[in-house]
Every structure is written in C-alpha cells, then in structure tokens.
C-alpha cells in the first residue's frame, strides 16, 4: 500500500532578513515524513533544525518551495488558517517548557485546550487524564514554580497531548534537563507517542536517542545532510 | 470560560503588577475625586458666604444715591461732606433733615439735661414710594419692596446757655460743647415682604421675625453688633424718638450686604421720621438669573439718579482666603489631578506594555497552541481593563476617604469685603453700612454621584487605554516567539 506522506516538502528555503544580512536557515530541503513516523533531527547549533520544526508545526511559513500537509499546501495559508491547523493537528513541547506560571498544572493543559472550545467539564476531564497519563495525577493543582523542571516539561507533555494530536513536534525537550530526567522524559515522549501511532518529530542533541531511534535527519547549514533510517 | 480563570490568575498571581497599575491608577483617580470634592466644596462654601445676597431672592438694590466725590470718610464727615456737593442736591438734603437742626431753646431752659432723637438722611436720598410701583411694573421684575433708611441720631446732653454759637446743634456742630450725639442707623422694612427686605428671616439667629399682623408694628429686629454694643436682649424695649419698640430677633447681617442696628416697620418709621411715603432704597427681585441685568438697566434708564446694584457686583467684592483657595482650586489643583491622571495612564500603558512584552514566550506558545490573535488581545486587554477598573475603584474610595477626611477636618476659610469703597457711596445693598471685614466659613468636600460616577468611568478609560495598548502589542507577536525569545 502506498499511502501519500503526511508531510512533502520541496525545495523548501527560509530566509530570514534581507539584503547583506540576510540569514538562509533553510537552503533547499525536501523531506517527506509518513503518517505515525517518528522522527529525530540532529545537527550542529545554528543549523536551522528549529527553523524546519517551525515550518513543519505551521508556526512559520517558507519563503520558498512547496509544503503539503495531509495533502493540502499549507505555505500559502493565511495567519488565522495556521492557527486553526495547529489547535486540530499539532501539540508542540519546547526546551524552556513554556508553561504559563500563573496556571496550576491543570490549568496548563486546560490552556491548550482552550481553542478546542469544549465545554468546561470535558476540558477538565480531558485535562486530568492527560496528567495522570504523565503521572502527575497527584500534581494537578501545582503552579509550575512548584514543580521540578522533569515536571514541568511531563506538564508540557501533557499540555500537548491532550489535544490528540496528528502530529507531536518537540524542540530540544531535555536541554534544560539533567541527563537523567532527561531520558525519562525521551521515554515518556516516545513511548506515548508509540502506542497512540502518532507522528513524532523531534529535535535533539543526544546521540543515543539518536541511535535507537526508527529515523534520523541530520541537518547542516540548512540541509539535510542524512537521513538514515533503522 | 477558560478565559476568565485565566485572567483571574493572572490578574491575582502577577499581584506586583497589578497592584502597581491599580495603584497607579487608583492615585490618579483619587486625586480628581478629592480634587473635584474639595472644588465642590469651595463653590457650596463661595455660595454660602454670598448666599444672603444671592440665594434669598434680592436680586438687586435700587437707590438714589448723593453724587458725592470722594466722600472717603462716610457719614462722620456730616454734613461738611456735603460742600462737595451740588448746591441742588444741598438743598434737597437739609429740605429733608429739617428735623437735625434744632433750636436748643426748644429742648429746655439752659443747664436742663435733654435727650432727643434726630432722624438724619443718609447718603441715600429718599423718593415718593410710588417708584417701588414704577419698578415693580417693568418687565423681568418679579417683586420689588421699599425700604427706607436713615441714621438716627440720639443727642444727650445738657441744654446750652443763651448765645451758643450758631444759635443750632446738629452733627457737625457738637465740638466743645457738653452734648453727645450717638449715631446708628434704622431701616424700615416692608414687612409684607419678609424675604426681599434689607433683613430677612434667614438672617435671624435669635429670636423671631416680626409677627405678620399688627403686632409685628411694634417690633423691632436688631443687629447682632448693635444687640451687643448696647445690651439689648430679645424681649427688651427700645425707645426710637417718641415710639417704642419692643426687641423681637436678633439677625446676623451677611458679608458684603447692608446693615442697619434697627429694623422697624416701614410705615412705623415713615411717620416717625416725618417722611410718610416716602422711601430711600428698592429691594428687587427678578424673574430669574438671566433678567437680572436686563431690569437693573431698565431701571437706570427710568428711573432719574438712580443707582443699582446688583448680587453679582457684590459678590465681586468678595476677597480672602476662600478665593485663593478657589483660584488654587480652579488652576493648580485641577492641573495637578489632570496631571496626575494622565501620569496614571501613562503609567498604566507602560506597565501594561512591559508586561506584554515579558510574557512574550507565554503569548508565543499561546498562538503556537492555536490561540487566536483575537483570544490572546481579549486576554491581555481584559486583564488590563479588570486592573484598570479594580484600580479605579480603589481610587474613587481612596479619593472619598480623602474627602470625607477634608470634610471632617473643618478648614475655616475667611471671606473679607474690603474697606473704604465698600463703607462709603452707593455700592451698599440697601442702604445702611456695608459690612466689611471678614466672615469665615467652613470648607467641606461634598461627594457627589457624578464625581464617583466620573471616576469609575475614568478608571475605565484608564483600563480600556492600557489594555488597548498591550493589546495591540500582543497581536503583533508571532508564534515562533515561543521557540525563539529567551528571557
Ligand atoms: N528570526 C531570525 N532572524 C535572523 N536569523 C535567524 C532567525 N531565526 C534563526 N535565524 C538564524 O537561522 C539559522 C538557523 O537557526 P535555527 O533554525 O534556530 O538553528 P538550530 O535550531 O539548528 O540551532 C541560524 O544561523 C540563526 O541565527
Ligand atoms: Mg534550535
């Protein structure tokens, strides 16, 4: 069976600036990543690993070349149209974890909930189970301040996951962590996102996660210098 | 709604924040609360002072004055003062003060103690009372009440051997010899007209008005530095020439009004003073504020020598502490309240503005998540309009409580009618001596529901501006903000 990829990138260029300064963080990529793929990206600092994320999470927009998501081209979608896009279809998790530090735990997921616009008693269901599947059902009134930083990023997994999303894109989600936590929250990230056949795409530097994982993209100066696959 | 935890969060846990924009707010709009009370206050304090001219219904005073020049020393100056005038108007007053100068022979043999009341014209000449019909029948005047006033003159002394100088006694002639001349003045009103009389019953402070019927023809009201100079009580009798009077109120003359020691019945003093229909002054009251001098016009056009005036020229006189604090007021302290707003504002946008921009990764991840510009400028707006409110109404009662604290602290203010222009000439309303000196009166800081009104709105607007700043920033941020900003 050939099913069309979820994501086909062509040629994609992003350049930021212009003129003399102008920066190429992107220099021709082309990629195509199936449905349920999980996926590492590896490479050198600076050499556009989150700038291919953003593009890939409908947080920005290449200024060339073509991006098909689920089989339509989002690089041409209005501001409001990739906004939409990301509450249906993405859930990102970042390296500072981004939580909002004057919402408790659940009131954390609750927030990216919010555009789904369900009624309060399911988001706060929805919300709960997303934590206990993190195993912080017991942390659930906690602000982040009140949380250790392996907590806080399992709350942006959570934050994240609640939303079921097709795909689950994480930049560099242990870069704050130490080495320990960090493989705990690789676990997690990974196992869950296993089970639930989601697409994971995910930007990392450490290299045994690279090495036991089904594909690996290594970037540099803005290409895609190998894709390896187990 | 997600939105308003959110918000409610926000707005509780960023507690410096909020606190420091409510606060700033809040001084701002307390300053224009305590500012606007207190400006209040010295209007209801000006009005009170100047109430007995303008809140009685008096609107103006009709007289027919001596154009006298210079005339800086008032009635002690007798009838000397009278050498600046016309020889017309000369004759006009000794016509009517015949009864001042007496023959001594009159009074008793020589060396016999005597004691006379001489009734002398005051600077006011009188006219026919049938002018207080002509006034009353112009157009924009709702009532007018004649009044006559004269200074009455109580001569005591000891009859003069044959060949005393002059072969007359009057005012101007009393040097060397053994006679006393007490002066004071007396007004008769029209007790018909309670409230348009040179006294009135609101000036009453003891005692009663004059009784309505024909009892009140026997009544008299007294100054209180009249009462007091001369021992007189409620109750006692005064005799005034060959009448009677019996003391039935004591009244506080206002500032910048006119004052006689007596008040009788007009008819009464009329006959007393040989001077039967006749009056010296017109109490006017106009249809309203607007008439005013319209009417005072009309009746200087036709009405021959006649002089008005009116509350407003009064109130003109009106100096002291009252209208420095008014014009401090009116200039510095309604700049200092805009200032401060506006210092409050500005504060509150800036404050606003730094908060949008601190929480950018938090916005950022916000819009990566799927949040809508729209949600995240509602957010950002709404947090700063519910600070801008909750600061507003911490101003408006910190602003009363400064109020009501300026209220109950009492602050005297005087109010002072100056000198010689008012003692002399025809500015007096009615005709008897101006008071001058000064009055004080107490400041208040009223609140009104328009100042607290005017203040939460204000507060609104405070919010509504801050919000919209920091939401217009916050629509600007973009998503990759959430990977990128650091800090
Ligand atoms: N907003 C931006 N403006 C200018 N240059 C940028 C911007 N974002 C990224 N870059 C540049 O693009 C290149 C790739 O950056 P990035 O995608 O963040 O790399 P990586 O994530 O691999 O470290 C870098 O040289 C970076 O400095
Ligand atoms: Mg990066």
Do not use: C
């Not at chain 1, 990543?33 to 700038?51: D, H, M, N, P, R």
């Not at chain 2, 009685?56 to 005073?61: F, H, I, P």
């Not at chain 2, 209180?224 to 003359?253: H, L």
């Amino acid at each position: 069976m050939n099913t069309p990829p979820l994501f086909r990138l062509r040629e994609v260029a992003r350049t930021h600036g212009r003129g003399p300064a102008a920066v190429r963080a992107l220099d021709g990529v082309d990629l195509d990543i199936a449905a349920g793929e999980q996926l590492v990206i590896t490479g050198a600092s600076g050499s556009g690993k989150t700038t291919l994320l953003q593009i890939l999470g409908a947080l920005d927009r290449p200024t060339e070349g073509t991006v098909a998501f689920d089989g339509s081209d989002i690089a041409s979608l209005s501001t409001t149209d990739l906004t939409r896009l990301r509450a249906s279809d993405f859930g990102f998790v970042f390296q500072q974890f981004n939580l909002i530090p004057t919402l408790s735990a659940s009131g954390n997921v609750e927030s990216g909930l919010a555009p789904l616009r369900l009624a309060k008693g399911e988001r706060k269901e929805k919300a709960m189970s997303a934590l206990e599947s993190v195993g912080l059902g017991d942390r659930t009134k906690h602000l982040p301040s009140e949380l250790s930083g392996g907590e806080q990023q399992r709350v942006a997994i959570a934050r994240a996951l609640a939303r079921d999303p097709k795909v689950l894109l994480a930049d560099e989600p242990t870069g704050n962590l130490d080495s320990r936590t960090g493989r705990e929250v690789l676990e997690l990230l990974t196992g869950v996102a296993r089970a639930e056949q989601r697409t994971v795409i995910l930007i990392t530097h450490d290299r045994d996660i690279a090495a036991h994982a089904p594909r690996v993209l290594e970037m540099l100066d803005g290409r895609i210098v190998a894709d390896r696959r187990a | 709604m997600f939105y308003l935890s959110y918000l409610g969060a926000e707005v509780r846990r960023r507690l410096g924040r909020t606190v420091l924009t409510a606060l700033g707010l809040a001084i701002g709009v307390a300053l224009v609360v305590a500012v606007s009370a207190l400006s209040q206050g010295l209007d209801d304090a000006q009005e009170e002072v100047l109430k007995p001219l303008t809140g009685l219904g008096t609107d103006m005073a009709v007289a027919r004055p001596l154009r006298s020049t210079e005339d800086d020393e008032g009635f002690a100056s007798g009838i000397g003062g009278f050498l600046q005038l016309s020889p017309e108007e000369i004759e006009r007053l000794q016509d009517e003060n015949q009864s001042a100068i007496v023959d001594p022979s009159e009074l008793g043999e020589p060396g016999e103690d005597f004691e006379s009341d001489i009734f002398v014209t005051t600077t006011q000449l009188s006219f026919p009372a049938a002018e207080v019909g002509n006034v009353q029948g112009l157009e924009g005047v709702q009532t007018a009440a004649g009044t006559l006033t004269l200074s009455l003159l109580n001569v005591t002394g000891t009859v003069p051997e044959q060949g005393f100088q002059g072969g007359a006694i009057g005012p101007g002639a009393a040097a060397g010899s053994d006679i006393n001349f007490d002066p004071s003045t007396i007004s008769g009103i029209d007790r018909q007209a309670p409230d348009l009389g040179v006294v009135t019953p609101a000036q009453v402070i003891r005692g009663d008005w004059f009784d309505e019927g024909a009892e009140g023809a026997a009544q008299a009201v007294v100054t209180q530095g009249y009462a007091g100079r001369k021992g007189v009580n409620i109750g006692s009798a005064i005799p005034v020439q060959d009448g009677t009077f019996e003391v039935v109120g004591i009244a506080e003359p206002p500032l910048g009004g006119s004052a006689s020691d007596v008040y009788i019945d007009l008819s009464r003093l009329q006959e007393l003073s040989d001077r039967v229909d006749r009056v010296n002054g017109i109490q006017v009251r106009a249809e309203s504020a607007d008439a005013v001098s319209g009417v005072a016009a009309a009746i200087e056009d036709e009405f021959e020598g006649a002089t008005v005036t009116t509350a407003a020229d009064l109130a003109d006189q009106v100096s002291g502490s009252l209208l420095d604090a008014q014009r401090l007021a009116d200039n510095l302290s309604l700049a200092l309240a805009a200032v401060a707003l506006v210092a409050a504002f500005l504060i509150a946008m800036l404050l606003t503005l730094t908060g949008v921009n601190k929480r950018t990764r938090e916005l950022g991840t916000l819009s990566a998540l799927g949040w809508s510009r729209l949600s995240i400028v509602r957010q950002v707006a709404g947090e700063a309009v519910l600070t801008g409110i909750v600061g507003g109404l911490v101003g408006a009662g910190l602003g009363a409580l400064a109020a009501f604290g300026l209220d109950r602290a009492d602050t005297q203010l005087t109010a002072s009618v100056g000198g010689e222009q008012a003692n002399t000439g025809p500015l007096g309303f009615g005709q008897g001596q101006i008071v001058s000196g000064s009055s004080e009166v107490s400041l208040g800081a009223p609140l009104s529901p328009d100042i607290i009104l005017i203040a939460i709105g204000l507060a609104i607007a405070g919010g509504l501006l801050a919000g919209l700043v920091g939401g217009w920033r916050a629509a600007r941020l973009r998503p990759v903000d959430a990977l990128r900003h650091v800090g």
